[in-house]
Nanobody, 124 residues
Framework: QVQLVESGGGLVQAGGSLRLSCAAS????????MGWYRQAPGKERELVAT???????NYADSVKGRFTISRDNAKNTVYLQMNSLKPEDTAVYYC??????????????????WGQGTQVTVSS
């Protein structure tokens, strides 16, 4: 069974830093793109950053220069280093694995997976 488990959220003052981690577990063969999304109260889920298996990155304009996404393909893990945090960064952060290929019961599958979410709260 494939799972995405996030960690690293918490409460931090404005200007502070946090590092989020998301580890995918199971009989995983490969993951195309991994990314972070966030959802603030009363708002829709939005993209924060993505990274391909080859290391190409994409960031939302609101986090460029402050957040850095990275991944360890051997560990099927993606990270989000968040610096210079602002109150408007407060949200539940979700990890996503796009086109995760895995082997189960003699068959190969390719699916998208989401983590359970981790709360990030930035106080002013």
């Amino acid at each position: 069974q494939v799972q995405l488990v996030e960690s690293g959220g918490g409460l931090v003052q404005a200007g502070g830093s946090l590092r989020l981690s998301c580890a995918a577990s199971g009989s995983i063969l490969s993951i195309n793109t991994m990314g972070w999304y966030r959802q603030a109260p009363g708002k829709e889920r939005e993209l924060v950053a993505t990274i391909t298996s080859g290391g190409s990155t994409n960031y939302a304009d609101s986090v460029k220069g402050r957040f850095t996404i990275s991944r360890d393909n051997a560990k099927n893990t993606v990270y989000l280093q968040m610096n210079s945090l602002k109150p408007e960064d407060t949200a539940v952060y979700y990890c996503n694995a796009d086109r995760l290929r895995y082997f189960s019961g003699g068959y190969y599958y390719s699916k998208d997976y989401w983590g359970q979410g981790t709360q990030v709260t930035v106080s002013s």
